[in-house]
């Protein structure tokens, strides 16, 4: 049984300016991979209501999941809650138990209206929660709205990822060969693809600190299919030096 | 005139799997800022064939420029380039000064077939240049294809974006208040939003080194419109401890 595939659904200009470089999708992405849920997709979208309502209404039709980060807190730019709950065609409502959390814990002349607000979700939805703020993260259906803060962030998804229904636990083999290039063993790699469908094979050229070469990968959700087709793997690159696991080189990307 | 938008489409399974943490967005998001394009939407796909022709369709129809990242390398999971020729319907052609190019590089026993695909690019596209490597770059119609790894990805940017047609550069004002909660200002915030709505108002809490506080920013195309904002913005929080702007700390994403 292929895994089940969420998207992300990144909310924020500050990513789309590049003031702030996002790092929730790796967050996001490790939690889901050991819960046995593929990220199948990321996108990133300004703070513009008819694009966040366009957007989730789409991805919520095409994926299982879809997990949003970003405007959630109190200013005029945190626009999600009111943006899911359009999507859904719900109002939102006072959710009590969030209202009395957020009212004990401001002195009563600073929960003002705009703290207030916070607890408003929309109809339906069940709070998520965290262990290190007051974010009124919450699930509505299979959305799932998060702050974009990273710290919140990874709490919210700490608590919430492994309540979901899951499969099995995406499993990689890695070797990091030295001095190789990937027009050396890309005919070889090719081969090895059709003869492992199911599997992820990927090679992924490194540089760091003086050393390169290339990074090979076989991912999976079948433990044996893994196993083989990195034994195969390892035939394809005998000869050449091969970096240890431990200390990993920062990857770079594809080219 | 509003700027023109962009989209980058980001190739990647290593991305989504969580391997790799992507970097690009915000060279990219820089370069576009100076050359007065909007970077509006960002999507991170897998390395499949057909995501890979109907997003590039999608987003080619949609967007002013599209530029991609990853997936232009020797090895069978960099489909890119075909992905890309496919979606505007027509071949792939060797592109001769490429290809003299790359036989310069390689002896003539190591410049393989794999290797010489490198020069195969879609016809009518012409290549984009970089500094640092042979990585078969390329721009075709409004679609710009380069490479996923960070140190190539920026020098191609740097290449090819000064070239594009241009708009007013964004402009933008920063303050970061000490000590303040996003609590305190919102309705304020509301306020000012609706008196400027040509400019971007954001407000984005950070905490670092034990400081905590929110991050205000007002941004826009037009200058005399970004200093009025920016001088209101400064009235509202008046009386507030401001940090330097020199040694920004690093921001954390929305609440």
């Given at each position: 049984?292929?895994?089940k595939a969420a998207c992300f659904v990144v909310i ?25 849920i593929r990220l199948a997709e990321v996108r990133?979208i300004?703070?513009?209501?008819e694009i966040i309502i366009t957007t989730v209404s789409e991805c919520r039709a095409r994926f299982d999941f879809v997990f949003t980060s ?10 999600t809650t009111s943006c899911i709950a359009e999507a859904f065609g719900v ?31 929309p109809e339906g939805a069940s709070?998520i ?9 919450f699930s509505l259906g299979n959305v799932h709205v998060m ?13 919430l990822?492994?309540?979901l229904s ?90």
């Amino acid at each position: 049984m292929s895994p089940k595939a969420a998207c992300f659904v990144v909310i924020g200009n500050e990513i789309l300016s590049g003031r702030t470089q996002e790092t929730n999708t790796q967050v996001l992405a490790h939690a889901l991979n050991n819960q046995g849920i593929r990220l199948a997709e990321v996108r990133i979208i300004p703070d513009q209501r008819e694009i966040i309502i366009t957007t989730v209404s789409e991805c919520r039709a095409r994926f299982d999941f879809v997990f949003t980060s970003g405007g959630i807190g109190p200013t005029h730019d945190d626009i999600t809650t009111s943006c899911i709950a359009e999507a859904f065609g719900v109002g939102l409502v006072c959710h009590e138990e969030s209202f009395q959390k957020l009212k004990a814990l401001f002195k009563p002349d600073a929960f003002n209206e705009t703290r207030q607000r916070m607890a408003w979700l929309p109809e339906g939805a069940s709070p998520i929660e965290n262990s290190v703020s007051t974010a009124p993260g919450f699930s509505l259906g299979n959305v799932h709205v998060m702050a974009g803060v990273p710290r919140i962030f990874a709490a919210m998804v700490q608590w919430l990822v492994p309540q979901l229904s899951s499969g099995s636990p995406l499993i990689s083999r890695t070797w990091y060969a030295e001095n190789l290039y990937e027009g050396e063993i890309a005919q070889g790699l090719t081969l090895l693809q059709s003869e492992f469908p199911t599997i992820d094979l990927g090679s992924y050229p490194f540089e760091r600190q003086g050393r390169h070469g290339v990074a090979l990968v076989a991912k999976g959700y079948d433990a044996t299919q893994v196993e083989n087709a990195g034994n195969a793997l390892q035939k394809l690159i005998a000869g050449t030096d091969l970096l240890p696991i431990e200390g990993e080189p920062a990857l770079s990307e594809k080219t």
